[in-house]
C-alpha cells in the first residue's frame, strides 16, 4: 500500500546516501521531496508538517550531523517518527473483566463498519467466547440481512429487536446479558460526520449501551478527510481506537498516519480482505518498515511460521542449491507458496529488491496461471516430472489434454520451470546463502 | 513469457532462507495495553472554521500579509484532494495568469472547470435497451448510486430494469431489491453465489423481453488491486456484450469523494479492464471534495457525470464543472 511512497523515499534517500555528510540545506530539500510524497499518500497536510518538523530538529541535531553515516541516522529518525506518529507501539485491543464486555463499531458509510463487526465477532468466537452481534443500522437498506447472512456464516447470533438504533442497541445487550454471552458487538448506521441529527443518535447509542470500547471504522484509502471524520467521531462519542480497512488494496494509507496523530488513538486493527478470518491487528512498526522500503517481512513470516513445515521448507531449499529440484518440487513449492495467500499480496510484503527498486512490486500475476500450472505438472507421471527432458510431443500431447491445457501451455510451463530453477541456483549460488534483500537490517530479526 | 513463476520462487527461497537462518523472530517493540480510559486524550485541536468559506480564506490571503500566498493557495487545494501535484499546476496556471486586481478565486475556479468541462451528460440510446454497467470499489456507493439513477430515469420517463450482478456480498440482492421498489424498477437476481455473467445475460435477455428502456447492472465491490476479481469483471463485460449485441452503452465508475489520491488508481485499473465512460462521484454531501477528479479527468479523460449528494432517492444529480469548483474552494 505504500509501495509508491517507499519509492519515492528510496529516491530521495539514495541521493542522502551517496554524500556522506549532511548539510542543512540537503536535508531540508529531502525533506521538500518527502512532505510531496507523504502528500500524494494522503497524509493529512498537518500531520505530514508535523511530522516533518519533528525529522529536521532531530535530523540537524549534533549527534545526526557529526555521525560517521549521518544518511542513515536520518532515515532511522523518518522511521522512527512515521512509527511515533502511527501510535508508536502495537496496541493490544483488550476488554474489561466485565460480562459482557460491549464494543461499539461507528463510521461513515461505506467505511467496513459491518464487516469489521463480522471479522470481530469471528475472532472473539475463535478466542473461545461467545460473542453477540447487534444490527443497529436501520438506515441502510438490508443492512441488517447483511449481517444476519455474515453472522450465519460465522455462527454467531445475530440480534436486532426495536424501531429506532437506541432501542435495537440496548434490547442486544439485555438479551447478552440474560443469555450470558461474552462479547456484544454493536453495528451502528454509517453516518457522515457533518450529518447532526445521525451524530447525536450515535451519541445516544453511546449513552445508552455504555460501551468498553468505540471504534471507529477508516477506509484506508481515505484523503484529506481522514482527520475531520475521526476529529468529529471523536468528539462526538469518544471513539477509543480505529479499524482500518480495505488494507489489502493499494491505497498508500497516509490515512493510517493522520487519524491516529490527530486523535491521540490507536488503530487497533486491519482489515485485510474480504473474508471473515481477514483481520489482523496493527503494527505500526511494520507499518513505518513498509514506507521506508523494508517490505512487510515480518508479516510474511508470521504467515509463514503459521502455515508451513520449516523443516520441509529447509529441504526444499537444499534441494534449489544443488539444483536436483523437480518439477514435483516446484508443484510443491506452488502448494505451499498458495497457503501463504494470493501472490500479488505476498510480493507486495516483500522488501525492495535494491537497483531494481519495485520492479518485483510492480510484476502484475495472477493466481490463474499458477493454477494451470499445478494441473499441468498433475498430469505429468512421476517420471515426467523427475526428467521433463523424457517429454517429447505425444507425451505434452497428454498431458495437455490430461489438464485441459494446450500443448502450447505445456511447453511454457516447461520453459518457465527452466528458468525458475536457474533463479534459484543463481539466487542461491554456491554454498553462501541466499543474500535477500533487506533482510541483514531488519528489525526484529536478531 | 508469464512470470508468474518469479513470485514462487522468491517466497520459496525466502521462506527457505529463513527456515535455514531459523531466524527467531523477537517482537520489535513491547506490546503496551490500551484498556478504555487509561489512553491519553487526544491533543485539544482548535474547532476547525468549517463555516468560512474556504474563497474567503484564499482572499484573505491576498488582502493581508502572507509570506508566500501561492504556496498557501497550494495547501489549500491539496487539502481537497487535489493531490500535490495536480495542484502544483492548477497554482501555476494561476499565477501566471495573475494581475493585480484581478480575483485569484474566480482565477482557481476557472481553471478546475475548464479542466472538468466537457460533456458530462450520460449518453443513453433511445429505441432499443441501454445498458449501464455499474463498477467500483466496496463501499464506494454503487448500489445507491443505482437506486438513485434508476428513480431518475423512471422520472424521466423511462422503464428501468436492474441486475444483481453483486452475488458474493451478503444481503447485496435484498439491498437492490428494497432500491428496485423504491423507484419502480424491475429486477434480475439470482441466489447469492451464483455466476455474476450468469446474471448479467438474464437480466439483458428479461430487460428485452419486456421492453425495458435502460437496464441497469449491479457488480459486487472488488479492490482494484485483486486480478482475479478484475478479470471476473471483464468477463461481466464480455457477457453483456454478447447478450446485447454491443457493449454497454455507459460503464460507470463510482468513486467516493472522502477518497485520496487512490482514487487515481482505482480510475485507471477499472478503465484498463472494463473501459470506464465516466464517474458517479458519491458522499459530496460531507466535507470532502473530491478533488482528485481532476488528475483522473487529466490522466485518463474521464469525464464525472453523476453526483451524489445524500442517502435520499433523489439525491443524485448531474454533473455541473462550475458548481464543483465552486464547491471545491467553499466549505
Known amino acids: 500500500m505504500f509501495d509508491a511512497l517507499t519509492g519515492r523515499l528510496d529516491g530521495i534517500f539514495k541521493k542522502l546516501r551517496t554524500r556522506g555528510k549532511l548539510h542543512p540545506k540537503q536535508v531540508d530539500s529531502a525533506l521538500d521531496e518527502m512532505r510531496t510524497a507523504l502528500l500524494d499518500a494522503d497524509v493529512a497536510v498537518e500531520v505530514a508538517d508535523d511530522l516533518l518538523q519533528r525529522v529536521r530538529t532531530r535530523a540537524l541535531s549534533e549527534e545526526v550531523m557529526k555521525s560517521l553515516t549521518p ?79 455474515l453472522g450465519q456464516e460465522i455462527d454467531v447470533p445475530v440480534v436486532s429487536e426495536g424501531k429506532d438504533a437506541v432501542k435495537v442497541a440496548k434490547s442486544g445487550l439485555k438479551h447478552a446479558q440474560r443469555e450470558g454471552f461474552d462479547v456484544v458487538i454493536v453495528d451502528t448506521a454509517g453516518r457522515l460526520h457533518v450529518d447532526e441529527d445521525m451524530m447525536r443518535e450515535a451519541r445516544r447509542v453511546k449513552d445508552a449501551i455504555r460501551p468498553h470500547h468505540v471504534l471507529m471504522a477508516c477506509d484506508a484509502m481515505t484523503g484529506q478527510d481522514a482527520v475531520v471524520q475521526a476529529r468529529a467521531f471523536m468528539r462526538e462519542i469518544d471513539t477509543t481506537g480505529f479499524v482500518l480497512t480495505k488494507l489489502d488494496g493499494d491505497a498508500r494509507g497516509g490515512a493510517a498516519l493522520s487519524i491516529t496523530a490527530v486523535t491521540g488513538r490507536p488503530v487497533f486493527f486491519a482489515g485485510t480482505g474480504e473474508r471473515p478470518a481477514d483481520l489482523e491487528p496493527f503494527h505500526p512498526d511494520r507499518m513505518a518498515s513498509r514506507i521506508m522500503g523494508m517490505g512487510d517481512v515480518l508479516s510474511l513470516i508470521d504467515k509463514a511460521q503459521e502455515n508451513l513445515d520449516a523443516d520441509r521448507a529447509a529441504e526444499a531449499a537444499k534441494k534449489m542449491m544443488d539444483a536436483s529440484f523437480t518439477l514435483e518440487d516446484f508443484l510443491e513449492q506452488m502448494e505451499q507458496v498458495r497457503k501463504l495467500g494470493p501472490l500479488q499480496d505476498l510480493l507486495a510484503m516483500l522488501p525492495g529488491v535494491p537497483g ?90 536478531g | 513469457m508469464e512470470l508468474w513463476w518469479i513470485p514462487v520462487v522468491v517466497v520459496s527461497i525466502f521462506v527457505a532462507a529463513l527456515a535455514v537462518l531459523r531466524v527467531s523472530r523477537r517482537r520489535g517493540a513491547t506490546t503496551e495495553s490500551v484498556v478504555p480510559g487509561t489512553r491519553p486524550g487526544p491533543a485539544e ?191 461481466v463485460r464480455r457477457v453483456l456484450e454478447k447478450a446485447a449485441g454491443r457493449p454497454p452503452d455507459e460503464t460507470l465508475l463510482v468513486l467516493d469523494a472522502t477518497t485520496g489520491q487512490n482514487g487515481i488508481a482505482q480510475a485507471r485499473a477499472f478503465t484498463d ?29 474521464l469525464p464525472v457525470k453523476l453526483i451524489g449528494m445524500g442517502e435520499a432517492i433523489e439525491d443524485l444529480e448531474p454533473f455541473e464543472p462550475r458548481t464543483f469548483a465552486d464547491r471545491l474552494l467553499s466549505a
Open chain 2, 45 to 235: 485541536a482548535p474547532p476547525s472554521r468549517r463555516t468560512e468559506a474556504l474563497g474567503a480564506r484564499i482572499r484573505s490571503l491576498f488582502g493581508g500579509a502572507v509570506d508566500d500566498p501561492w504556496a498557501r493557495l497550494e495547501e489549500l487545494l491539496v487539502k481537497a484532494d487535489v493531490g500535490p501535484s495536480t495542484a502544483g499546476r492548477v497554482v501555476t496556471a494561476v499565477r501566471d495568469r495573475y494581475t493585480s486586481g484581478s480575483d485569484p478565486v474566480e482565477l482557481v475556479s476557472d481553471e478546475v472547470a475548464e479542466i472538468l468541462a466537457g460533456d458530462g451528460a450520460l449518453d443513453l440510446p433511445e429505441g432499443r435497451l441501454a445498458v449501464i454497467m455499474v463498477v467500483g470499489v466496496n463501499g464506494s456507493g454503487k448500489t445507491t448510486t443505482i437506486g438513485k439513477l434508476a428513480s431518475r430515469l423512471a422520472r424521466a420517463g423511462r422503464s428501468v430494469s436492474l441486475a444483481g450482478s453483486d452475488t458474493f456480498r451478503a444481503a447485496a440482492s435484498e439491498q437492490l431489491d428494497i432500491w428496485a421498489r423504491r423507484a419502480d424498477a424491475h429486477l434480475v437476481i439470482q441466489q447469492r453465489g451464483a455466476d455474476p455473467g450468469s446474471v448479467a445475460f438474464d437480466a439483458v435477455k428479461a430487460a428485452e423481453a419486456r421492453g425495458s428502456d435502460v437496464l441497469i447492472v449491479d457488480t459486487a465491490g472488488r479492490l482494484h488491486t485483486k486480478q482475479p476479481l478484475m478479470d471476473e469483471l471483464r468477463k
Open chain 1, 356 to 445: 531494481g527498486k519495485n520492479a518485483l512490486k510492480e510484476l502484475q500475476v495472477d493466481d490463474g496461471h499458477m493454477a494451470r500450472a499445478e494441473a499441468i505438472i498433475r498430469s505429468m507421471t512421476r517420471e515426467e516430472r523427475r526428467d521433463p527432458a523424457m517429454i517429447g510431443g505425444p507425451r505434452r500431447l497428454r498431458i495437455a489434454r490430461g489438464s485441459g491445457t494446450t500443448t502450447a501451455e505445456v511447453n511454457a510451463l516447461l520453459k518457465e520451470f527452466e528458468q525458475a530453477r536457474k533463479m534459484m541456483k543463481s539466487m542461491l549460488g554456491g554454498k553462501r546463502m541466499p543474500r535477500i534483500p533487506g533482510m541483514p537490517n531488519l528489525p526484529g530479526l
Open chain 2, 273 to 301: 479492464a472494463v473501459e470506464v465512460t465516466g464517474v458517479a462521484l458519491t458522499k459530496l454531501d460531507g466535507t470532502a471534495k473530491g478533488g482528485f477528479v481532476l488528475a483522473v479527468r487529466e490522466q485518463l479523460g
Open chain 1, 71 to 149: 544518511a542513515q541516522q536520518v532515515i532511522k529518525v523518518v522511521r522512527d517518527e512515521l512509527q511515533e506518529t502511527m501510535g508508536g507501539t502495537q496496541a493490544t485491543f483488550q476488554l474489561p473483566g466485565a460480562k459482557p464486555a460491549v464494543i461499539m463499531m461507528a463510521g461513515v458509510q461505506g467505511s467496513g463498519k459491518t464487516t469489521a463487526c463480522a471479522k470481530l465477532g469471528r475472532m472473539y468466537k475463535e478466542k473461545g467466547k461467545r460473542p453477540l452481534l447487534v444490527a443497529a443500522d436501520l438506515w441502510r437498506p438490508a443492512a441488517i440481512d447483511q449481517l444476519v447472512t
